[in-house]
């Protein structure tokens, strides 16, 4: 019972193109569903297939947004955090994981004694001796230290329980064959069953959002960010040869499938992209 409900609403997603436009034919398909004897206990059974998918993949979605996240959690401040602080504090001496963060450091600290000077020099901050500058500049230079410090550790916690979280995230995919089945079904129906207008609206607002000309500046703050996040270095060569390349094989596969699927599926929707776009 399971699969023909699986087989009949993955047909539903994916019908062929034919001679007659799909319109046409889904027409005269709901006329002859309408004529015959039996038409209403097929659409009591449709409608508790669609019953049913709709629960079960909004279950299986939520389970895998949230498993993953309270094993992050919870292996993060229960499990890595006190021995990593423990560790760090007693037997480790450096402050710094890598040098973008000595590069921040110092750069940071720099701009707090050119500041001082500064404000001195336009009247904004009573005149100081050198050795109360001094003063300052070593408790600004304590204070960047505990923060990076802090952000080495977290950078450490963040690896290992994110580690924790893509293997309870993919051990859920791999054991989930039926409700990843049930979960793309869900997609499909929802994605194909969107009006012309809305499907082109969301493919244009996904490829300006990741592949459009202005998006190599959020790219760059994502990169950025998330090699912070590791306590990795910030290789800017590294992070423009990847804006360079990834953007362009994103685009050639949203391009691939408006024209393998969405161009068999709505011919209409791909008419509208392109009016749009234009």
Avoid: C
């Avoid at 021995?83 to 973008?100: E, G, H, K, M, P």
């Avoid at 952000?151 to 963040?158: G, P």
């Avoid at 592949?211 to 590294?238: A, M, Q």
């Amino acid at each position: 019972m399971k699969n023909w409900r699986l087989n009949n609403i993955n047909q539903s997603a994916f019908e062929k193109t034919g001679p007659v436009p799909r319109s046409i034919t889904k027409t005269f398909e709901k006329f002859k569903k309408e004529l015959e004897p039996n038409s209403e206990s097929e659409i009591i059974e449709e409608f508790r297939v669609s019953r049913y998918q709709t629960a079960a993949s909004i279950k299986y979605l939520i389970l895998l947004v949230a498993v993953p996240f309270i094993v992050n959690q919870i292996s993060r401040n229960f499990i890595f955090s006190p021995f990593i602080d423990y560790f760090w504090n007693d037997n480790q001496s450096d402050i710094f994981l890598n040098a973008s963060q000595e590069e921040r450091a110092f750069g940071e600290l720099q701009r707090f004694e050119e500041k001082i000077h500064f404000e001195i020099l336009i009247g904004q901050s009573p005149p100081l001796s050198q050795e109360s500058i001094d003063r300052e500049v070593k408790n600004k230079a304590m204070e960047l230290a505990q923060f990076f410090v802090q952000e080495s550790t977290d950078a450490i916690k963040n690896l290992l329980s994110d580690i924790l979280s893509f293997i309870s995230f993919a051990y859920l995919i791999f054991t989930g064959g039926r409700q990843i089945a049930v979960l793309k079904s869900f997609i499909n129906e929802l994605i194909y069953g969107l009006s012309d207008t809305a499907k082109a609206f969301l493919i244009i607002l996904f490829t300006d959002i990741f592949v459009g000309f202005h998006s190599t500046h959020g790219w760059e703050v994502v990169l950025e960010n998330g090699l912070r996040h590791f306590g990795l270095p910030e290789n800017h060569d590294l992070i423009f040869l990847f804006i360079a390349t990834f953007p362009v094989v994103l685009d050639t596969v949203f391009k691939y499938w408006i024209f393998r699927y969405l161009n068999q599926v709505s011919p209409s929707a791909v008419a509208t992209y392109h009016e749009m776009n234009d």
